[in-house]
């Protein structure tokens, strides 16, 4: 069973279109996260949620919606696609703040042309 | 805010070398430290972490580091690299457990047969 699995793993769409990317853990953790790949391979937190509630939004576009239905899935939707976008996007879950380690997903290459 | 810095941004080493790579953190509190390792074209995997305790850590792949409180460090460190190591390799910190773990930029190691 796959603990944090993230679906598409490839995404190639074009400027302006809207897509979204799904996640889900099965770890029973209670927060979840998006972080961005970019092509130089920085890692960069976007969103973090627990229980349900958006506890960390570090200065992403509005064109970047994350969703948490439950603890278990946080889904990102994204507005709009610009070519700048293009990255690899990973989930990852923990269990309270992090302290004791994140398990990341096999993430998702978007590609924006 | 807490950051990583990552020194040595390309290394290249021949098989059996010797390996350490170095990591500074900043952050005025209790820390969480980790090292991921990315092989090429996969997701994050975590190589080890230190909590607290003994500040020799050990983890999978015969990797270890060392806490080092009074110089911000926890470097990296295996006695004979093998080719099969060649990946990207990040450092990251989560001060407190607050629901942010950052990166650093990353190192690639390159090892040579």
């Known amino acids: 069973d796959t603990a944090v699995s993230q679906t598409p793993k490839y995404l190639v769409t074009q400027m302006g279109n809207d897509k979204s990317i799904k996640c889900e853990q099965n770890?029973?953790?209670?927060?979840m996260y998006w972080y961005k790949q970019d092509s130089k391979k920085f890692l960069k937190i976007m969103f973090s949620?627990?229980?349900?509630?958006?506890?960390i939004n570090e200065t992403v576009p509005n064109r970047f919606s994350p969703k948490s239905p439950d603890k278990a899935h946080l889904n990102l939707h994204i507005n709009s696609l610009e070519l700048g976008d293009s990255a690899v996007y990973f989930c990852a879950s923990s269990q309270d703040g992090g302290g004791h380690g994140y398990t990341f997903g096999s993430g998702t290459r978007l590609t924006v042309v | 805010a807490q950051s990583v810095s990552q020194h040595n941004h390309h290394v290249i080493l021949s098989e059996a070398a010797s390996l350490e790579l170095g990591c500074n953190y900043s952050?005025?509190?209790?820390?969480?430290l980790f090292w991921y390792v990315q092989y090429p074209g996969q997701h994050l995997q975590l190589l080890l972490k230190y909590f607290s305790g003994d500040p020799l850590v050990k983890g999978i792949k015969g990797f270890e580091a060392e806490f080092i409180k009074s110089k911000f460090s926890f470097n990296l460190r295996k006695p004979s690299v093998q080719w099969s190591d060649t990946a990207e390799y990040f450092c990251a910190v989560n001060g407190g457990s607050n629901y942010k773990l950052t990166f650093g930029k990353g190192t690639l190691l390159t090892v040579n047969p």
């Open positions: 770890l029973g953790h209670d927060t």
């Open positions: 952050y005025g509190g209790t820390v969480n």
């Open positions: 949620y627990n229980n349900k509630e958006l506890i």
